[in-house]
């Protein structure tokens, strides 16, 4: 099938969503390297962010290869009206039981998204989707047994979990936001949709969270946070973006 | 021969990632590399290791590419390979035929007296492509390269 102009701009429009999604988090995960609870903790929610950052330059050179810019210029030039990324991703890592709760949202969305794609008719997008479900794997893996350990844990522990699946809930949502060009990427066989793909994360979290004992959120009930796939976003992106990009601003050809 | 630059006993060729390579001229050469992990920071090392190795060998022209068209797996590990991460005190992946469930983790041969009385400690170690373990027979802590699908 030869991709129409809409096949186009809704293939960037998907790829921004991931790869922008995929910069915010890891750098927000790389907030807890020397914070962590433990030091195993440390170390895991670093390497995260090292996944997360490789997949997203992964994505910036897809996108580079259909004519936008270089991936560090994508990366570090842009304020925060061009990111495509949703609320989750952006607020403050907070407390832990809300980092973990995102990360276990997030990461199980992540991985049907891969699971998704790896069967689309893009092909550097379906090669790049399967070694990323193998990477990812790891992470639903960890967001897991976390959930698990802290719902046997302490009644603190198992009210604070609850608190946080409750109240990232509509942040949760706002990954799902519908696309301009929804209808467009599900008939060129791109991608299956944001609909399509929400329904996947929702049965498959509410089976988890069931299993390990907690309530799950309503959908219907919920508000969903969104806005940040058009640019607009919470005053927390900013912030991170003047942090991440200081070094660039200061010296643009900077090496190390 | 070109080592990982993480694992100096196991070489690119047996840790499975140079997925081509052709030469048209006698002094052309390219080479194709897949990554082992996205995020894998030593794969610009690697491939500035290989333009060396080849310039050293005396090709003058030399194209190294990385690529995601061969997606990675540990099972592309070489038996040679495998022997040389025992070699370096890291238990090799356990075999998978491309799906597997994380449970694997918890029964892995202890690298140092070679029992599986061992329990996984953390999936993340020092490096992304290695999971941290205790051996319950001797007591010592050790690392295991991951098994990856």
Redesign the interface.
Known sequence: MEFTEKHVMGLKDLLYRMADDLLILGHRNSEWTGLGPIL?ED??F???A??????S??LYEILHEIGESEPDTVAFTRNAEQFHSCHLVELPIGEYDFSLVRHFYFDHQSALRMDMLAETVVE?LQ??A??????V??HT??ADSWLKTLANGTEEAKIRMQQAINETFPYALGMFELSDYEADLIEAGIFPGEAALQEAWYRVISEKLNAFGYSVPEINNSIPSTGGRKGHHTEHLQPLLDEMTEVFSIDPSADW | MVMDPEIPTISIVDLGIVTKISSEKDNNAFVQLT?T?????ALKIMEQLVIDALKTAGYSEVVVQT???T???TNMISEKGRAALLEHGLAPPPKHDGYFE?DVLSDIACPLCGSRNTTM??????T?CRS?HYCKNCSNAFEAF?P??
């Open positions: 195993e170390i895991a670093s390497s995260m090292q996944d997360k950052i490789g997949q330059l992964a550097p090669m790049v399967r070694k990323f479900r193998g990477e794997k790891y893996m960890h | 990554p992990f996205s995020g894998c920071p690529s995601f068209e997606q990675w797996n994380l400690h953390t999936p993340f170690g020092p992304l941290m991951k990856v699908s």
